[in-house]
């Protein structure tokens, strides 16, 4: 057993904040890493410590192994919590981590490595008895290979790339006159993204759900998940809602599909917190897709509804203790849904949109969680992810969780940049949300309701754009109050701030 007293935060953002608000109630200090563009940002301002590692681009910053491991020797730190993405899946940096006697708070580096190729990742778990989806167990070599191994396997199949994962390297194939420049594009996307070009065959499942369970191993040999989450609310890769519990989901699923997952982790004796993704059909037939050895976005609502901070417990094992709860004392108690709040142009194409923070009111009361990291004033960097900030609902039921998250989305207001809040607004509204029945076609089946207020939204547009100016003239202390400006009842309404704004 090892107390950790420090830990390095090798991330930034929400994420970065997230971890040391745990580490802070648990009485660990932190240390943050910046790059140049994030010298005021809010991971910098939250740490105990904070190091400067770099220019910019990620590449020279938060992914330089080197470097971060240097900060953290220099200022004796315990542990490297390496948040998601940049080092997180790492496995050269996590040993590197342990060479230097540094606590990597993940799996180890022979079971990233081993769940970092997607082949071997479907032989461990075919040899674990955990059903797969169905295809090729080695990489296809020449074109003929792959050509032949399609027709066996029947049209449609997925092309993927070893070292994917999130839809890079993948094609699908529908026509076998397809087959080999399709073949060599996933190819060649494998070899520019992964500097790998192997890939392999899946038979392809229309409109699945993506459901994934979250799982914890300790050090002792004890595995167990934490229930699901419905992931299905994806437009290109990029999710933009989740929930728990998945509305697909029967009790007896739940058992079955929960088993796997725990198998699936003791088959490579995991340490930490996972996640093993599922594709499940429309006849609940599931499938074993990929396993994520890092804490993900999504975790909130897993930690609402069993009431565990996964973190907390991320830490707890790093340290060695063994799990203080035991599969059949934990619950999953209401429904809770997560909105990712992305800085994007919806009606551009969903567009990044970067820029200075003009003003920003965040929801609160009953039932709310925002994850977040930016601040009035704030210029989000062109350099990193656009998602800007986390919601997170929880209600005893779905239909109320529903409406809380109206609520909540109401209440959100970001002035300066643009953001994805109304787009998801409208996916509240949808007959497909609401009902719970929606796969990963939703974003596609629904596109012309979900953006069919483009109309609308160019009238919200010129709101915006005289409310920030009202509120710019509001601080400089030109305008009267807010209050007298424009009355709390139609503060959104257009007419009142075009009245305001011929006024002024
Ligand atoms: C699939 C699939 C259908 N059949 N594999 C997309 C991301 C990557 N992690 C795996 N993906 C898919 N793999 C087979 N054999 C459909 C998808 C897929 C998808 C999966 C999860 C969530 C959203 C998705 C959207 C489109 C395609």
């Known amino acids: 057993m090892k107390k950790i007293n420090k830990i390095l ?7 970065a904040v997230r971890i040391m608000r745990t580490c802070r109630e648990m009485g660990i200090s932190t240390v943050a890493v910046f790059s140049d563009a994030d010298r005021t940002s809010m991971h910098v301002r939250y740490a105990d410590e904070a190091y400067h590692i770099g220019p910019s681009p990620s590449s020279e910053s938060y992914l330089n192994a080197a470097k971060i491991i240097e900060v953290a020797k220099k200022c004796q730190a315990d542990a490297i919590h390496p948040g998601y993405g940049f080092l997180s899946e790492n496995a050269a940096f996590s040993r590197k981590c342990n060479e230097n006697g540094i606590i990597f708070i ?14 071997s ?26 050509i032949d191994t399609i027709m066996e396997i029947g049209l449609p199949v997925m092309v993927k790339a070893s070292a994917g994962g999130g839809g890079k390297g993948m094609r699908l194939i529908t026509e076998e006159k397809d087959i080999t420049s399709l073949v060599r594009s996933a190819r060649s996307e494998a070899k520019s993204s992964f500097g790998n070009d192997s890939v392999y065959i899946e038979k392809y499942i229309s409109s699945p759900h993506h459901i994934e369970f979250q799982i914890l191993g300790d050090q002792h040999g004890n595995f167990l998940h934490l229930f699901e ?45 996972g996640t093993i993704e599922f594709l499940v059909d429309n006849d609940l037939n599931f499938y074993f897709l990929e396993m994520n050895t890092r804490l993900q976005v999504e975790h909130p609502i897993t930690e609402r509804v069993t009431g565990i901070d996964l973190v907390k417990q991320q830490i707890l094992i790093a340290e060695g203790h063994p799990l203080k709860f035991k599969q059949e004392q934990l619950r999953q108690t209401g429904h809770a849904i997560e909105c990712r709040i992305y800085a994007e142009d919806t009606d551009n194409n969903f567009m990044p949109n970067p820029g200075k ?11 709310v969680r925002t994850d977040g990291y930016v601040y009035e004033g704030y210029e989000i960097p062109i350099y990193y992810d656009s998602m800007i900030s986390k919601l997170i609902v929880w209600a005893e039921n779905r ?50 309701q979900l953006l069919k207020a483009t109309k609308c939204a160019e009238d919200c547009e010129d709101m915006v754009i005289i409310a920030t100016y009202i509120e710019y003239l509001d601080q400089l202390n030109i305008a009267q109050t807010s209050k007298e400006m424009y009355p709390a009842k139609n503060r959104w309404k257009k007419y009142t701030y075009q009245k305001n704004f011929e006024r002024l």
Do not use: W
């Open 9 to 15: 935060i090798a991330n930034r953002g929400e994420i």
């Open 106 to 119: 993940g799996p180890k580096p022979e079971v990233i490595e081993q769940m970092g190729d997607k082949i």
């Open 121 to 146: 990742a479907r032989l461990t778990m075919i040899a674990a008895g955990v059903p797969v989806v169905p295809g090729t167990t080695e990489s296809v070599k020449t074109e003929k290979e792959a």
């Open 229 to 273: 989450r419905e992931c299905s609310v994806q437009r290109r890769h990029q999710k933009m809602i989740e929930e728990t519990p998945s509305p697909l989901m029967t009790p007896e699923l739940r058992i079955k599909m929960g088993e796997y997952a725990v198998e699936a982790a003791r088959a490579v004796n995991y340490t930490g917190a």
């Open 357 to 367: 923070i003009y003003n920003i009111t965040q929801p609160l009361g009953l039932g």
């Open 399 to 448: 239909s109320e969780a529903i409406e809380r998250m109206k609520r909540a989305l109401y209440e959100y207001k970001i002035t300066g940049v643009k953001t994805t809040i109304k787009f998801l607004e409208r996916i509240m509204d949808t007959t497909d949300f609401r009902s719970g029945n929606y796969d990963t076609n939703f974003i596609e089946k629904n596109k012309e």
